[in-house]
């Protein structure tokens, strides 16, 4: 089984545990590494769609996993049984802010995990956001670069912290910026030169967005220096 850099990393961030979610579990990757790999003792994958729970169920087999592991056609944790317990979940590869209605819409199971490990590919902040928001916190977080593209990988436990509210933790992330994260340094920079190029092309009714992404990225930046 070939696992991309990016699953590998969004694999070892899982704590070892009982039972993992792996929700939108496509082709079932995440699953199978972490029962192979003695991080989860049993899976419950879930996909929306069957076609890519239908090729998670083949590859568990093949793998020689599917007797620790249920498959289950579920939009988030919609078909979950609120009785069954699930000690961690992981949620990867979709939009943020997807992402967040499955959070929201999976309260009763997501309230009693232990851990979540979430790889939003967009508007990450309105995961941040949720978090703060939702008795959880961030333990750690990566920032990883795969052919070209960048990526954020957030450990959320459970229990809150108390957290002041500032918009340039929640855009770029308050466990990086403080770690002074070369990876993130770069993607600000980049950000901040494609975002210069753009204005130059807008009319200036339709440049506030960028200006203020810009100011945030001057403040994360400098927090850096
Ligand atoms: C781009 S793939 C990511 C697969 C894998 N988690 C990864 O990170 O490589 C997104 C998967 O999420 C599934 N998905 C989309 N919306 C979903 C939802 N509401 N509930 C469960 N799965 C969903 C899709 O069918 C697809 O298999």
């Avoid at 007797?67 to 579920?74: F, G, I, P, Q």
């Avoid at 790889?119 to 961030?138: A, C, D, K, T, Y």
């Avoid at 990526?151 to 992330?173: M, P, Q």
Wanted: overall charge negative.
């Amino acid at each position: 089984m070939n696992i991309s850099d990016r699953l590998l990393r969004v694999s070892e961030m899982v704590q070892k545990c009982g039972t993992v979610a792996d929700i939108g579990c496509d082709h079932g990757y995440v699953t199978i590494y972490l029962l192979k790999n003695g991080i989860a003792e049993r899976a419950v994958s879930a996909d929306v769609n069957k076609g890519p729970l239908e090729a998670c169920e083949k590859n568990l087999r093949l793998e020689h996993v599917s007797d620790r592991a249920k498959v289950l056609l579920s939009d988030g944790f919609k078909a979950f049984d609120a009785k069954e317990k699930i000690d961690a979940a992981v949620i990867a590869g979709m939009g943020g802010r997807l992402m967040k209605r499955i959070l929201t819409e999976g309260e009763a199971i997501v309230k009693n995990v232990s851990q979540l490990v979430l790889q939003p590919q967009s508007e990450i902040f309105l995961i941040r956001e949720w978090v703060r928001e939702n008795n959880f916190h961030i333990e750690r977080e990566e920032i990883l670069k795969e052919d070209g593209k960048y990526y954020f990988i957030l450990d959320v436990r459970r229990g809150s912290e108390k957290e002041e509210f500032r918009e340039v933790y929640d855009s770029f992330s308050k466990y990086l910026i403080e770690k002074k994260d070369p990876l993130l340094i770069e993607y600000l920079r980049r950000g901040l030169n494609n975002n210069l190029k753009y204005l130059q092309g807008i009319e200036e009714s339709r440049q506030g967005r960028l200006l203020h992404e810009n100011a945030l990225i001057n403040e994360a930046l400098s927090m850096m220096e």
